[in-house]
């Protein structure tokens, strides 16, 4: 039987007794129906594994006691930021797990010309917090002990008005160039991609203007759900740990 794996904001130590919340005790007994004495991994995302073994046990509340830390490091060396479109329905949700899955680093959600979700205040903050879980339920399945960090959603001008460093891209179906003839010559790439519809000749023009390179990944046009995650794998095959 495979250990299951949970996520916790808590500190996490060797030799230590904590107590989980009430959600993790109603998954931890009610789903995967444990009892005392059987193991389960934590991370919080610290970087590290945590082995634990559960002390006690009721529908509200869990108690383990950790045993051991594992430095179990399975982040990539290329720190990807993925800059996407807000898209509607489930797709915005795949992308992000798909991408975490991948070993993107920062996720930031952008309003673009043709994005058609209308999200703002309290809407848009329960969006933001949903999609930071639904990063964790992938970190909990792929066995990644570091969460992508998910940005708060702003505008296309405002975020190209950030700097990361490294090399930047916008994915443009109507370009020439394709990704592979791109050079890194550090760990840092930073990846934009429109919503349905793409992004506009104007917008663009604009990320070009910033220092983004345009670029193709092949001579089919790729959804939007589809593209970021085809890019992602190719940058992880050129310069990151996949391959």
Request: net charge neutral; glycine share 8%; with cysteine.
């Amino acid at each position: 039987m495979r250990i299951p794996r949970l996520y916790t904001q808590q500190p996490l130590h060797a030799d230590s007794l904590i107590t989980l919340d009430k959600d993790a005790a109603r998954y931890l007994s009610s789903v995967l129906r444990m009892t005392s004495g059987q193991m389960l991994n934590l991370f919080n995302g610290d970087g590290g594994e945590y082995i634990a073994e559960v002390a006690s046990l009721s529908k509200n509340q869990v108690t383990v006691s950790i045993k051991e830390s594992l430095p179990n490091d399975r982040e990539s060396l290329l720190k990807i930021h993925l800059v996407i479109g807000i898209s509607r329905g489930e797709r915005m949700d795949w992308v992000i797990q798909k991408a975490t899955e991948l070993g993107v680093h920062t996720i930031t959600p952008i309003f673009t010309e043709r994005t058609e979700v209308k999200l703002a205040g309290s809407r848009l903050e329960k969006r933001l917090v949903h999609w930071q879980q639904v990063s964790i339920s992938a970190c909990e399945q792929c066995l990644r002990n570091v969460v992508p960090t998910i940005n708060s959603a702003v505008s296309l001008q405002q975020c190209l008005g950030t700097h990361d460093g490294g090399l930047k891209i916008v994915l443009h179906h109507r370009t020439e160039r394709p990704l592979t003839e791109l050079q890194n010559t550090n760990n840092h790439v930073t990846i934009l991609v429109g919503p349905e519809g793409g992004l506009s000749d104007d917008e663009i023009t604009l990320a070009e203007s910033n220092g983004y390179n345009a670029v193709k990944l092949g001579p089919r046009v790729l959804r939007t759900e589809t593209a970021p995650l085809a890019a992602i794998s190719i940058l992880q095959s050129l310069w990151g740990d996949m391959g």
